[in-house]
């Protein structure tokens, strides 16, 4: 079985209702990103920082997966299908999809800040004295900025083994996740779907400059061709 790549990003998860964060101003729900998404910003304030993902979480749940979800979830059934997501939610999970690798963490996870392999299934709000059973606080699951990104080399090893890639729903503007697509070997077949794409169909690169509801059903189609 061929082995496609996804890489998905905030696009897809927009469809669902799920915010973005970022509002064109840079600010996350009215905060500054360092504010609520940094190790400093949780050290000065973390009943802030604990609040901005508790509604994040509720959020998320209320939510479902859309079309392009579960049009992913299918392609397993003819493929190897490996998805890399930016993304901290767990709609590709509940469409099916089997085999995914977050890169920023997951939303309805939640860990020791004093040992990050100490990982708890976390669906509530996340609270001030939720502690680990040493008496450590609980935080979320996320990779905040400044902080290293653990997946990173798995996602690469994967990469290396696409027969075909596809982008969806981010502007590949954002590292290490945006450096990921350099490693595919060369000339694999590759399609970017995205309303507003960072770039041009050319040579081996497909660009469908629409929604990821649209796009996927019509890369789906194109790889049946």
Same mark, same amino acid.
């Given at each position: 079985?061929?082995?496609?790549?996804?890489?998905?990003?905030?696009?897809?998860?927009?469809?669902?209702?799920?915010?973005?964060?970022?509002?064109?101003?840079?600010?996350?729900?009215?905060?500054?990103?360092?504010?609520?998404?940094?190790?400093?910003?949780?050290?000065?304030?973390?009943?802030?920082?604990?609040?901005?993902?508790?509604?994040?979480?509720?959020?998320?749940?209320?939510?479902?997966?859309?079309?392009?979800?579960?049009?992913?979830?299918?392609?397993?059934?003819?493929?190897?299908?490996?998805?890399?997501?930016?993304?901290?939610?767990?709609?590709?999970?509940?469409?099916?999809?089997?085999? %995914?690798?977050?890169?920023?963490?997951?939303?309805?996870?939640?860990?020791?800040?004093?040992?990050?392999?100490?990982?708890?299934?976390?669906?509530?709000?996340?609270?001030?004295?939720?502690?680990?059973?040493?008496?450590?606080?609980?935080?979320?699951?996320?990779?905040?900025?400044?902080?290293?990104?653990?997946?990173?080399?798995?996602?690469?090893?994967?990469?290396?083994?696409?027969?075909?890639?596809?982008?969806?729903?981010?502007?590949?503007?954002?590292?290490?996740?945006?450096?990921?697509?350099?490693?595919?070997?060369?000339?694999?077949?590759?399609?970017?779907?995205?309303?507003?794409?960072?770039?041009?169909?050319?040579?081996?690169?497909? %660009?469908?400059?629409?929604?990821?509801?649209?796009?996927?059903?019509?890369?789906?189609?194109?790889?049946?061709?």
């Amino acid at each position: 079985m061929k082995h496609i790549v996804v890489l998905t990003g905030a696009g897809i998860s927009a469809e669902s209702g799920i915010k973005t964060f970022r509002d064109a101003d840079g600010l996350w729900e009215g905060h500054d990103v360092m504010e609520v998404a940094s190790p400093k910003g949780f050290a000065n304030n973390p009943a802030l920082v604990l609040d901005f993902y508790n509604q994040r979480r509720r959020q998320l749940l209320e939510v479902q997966p859309n079309q392009a979800h579960y049009d992913l979830a299918t392609l397993e059934k003819d493929y190897q299908v490996t998805i890399i997501t930016q993304n901290v939610d767990d709609l590709h999970e509940r469409a099916g999809s089997s085999n %995914v690798i977050h890169l920023h963490g997951e939303l309805l996870k939640a860990r020791s800040i004093h040992n990050e392999t100490k990982i708890f299934d976390w669906k509530t709000d996340l609270l001030l004295g939720n502690l680990d059973a040493k008496g450590h606080q609980i935080r979320p699951h996320i990779v905040w900025f400044g902080e290293a990104v653990p997946m990173i080399d798995k996602a690469v090893e994967v990469c290396e083994t696409a027969d075909i890639l596809m982008i969806i729903g981010t502007s590949m503007q954002v590292y290490p996740a945006a450096s990921l697509m350099h490693y595919v070997p060369e000339n694999t077949a590759t399609y970017f779907i995205d309303p507003k794409p960072a770039m041009s169909s050319k040579d081996n690169l497909t %660009v469908v400059a629409k929604p990821a509801t649209v796009g996927v059903k019509e890369v789906i189609e194109l790889l049946k061709d």
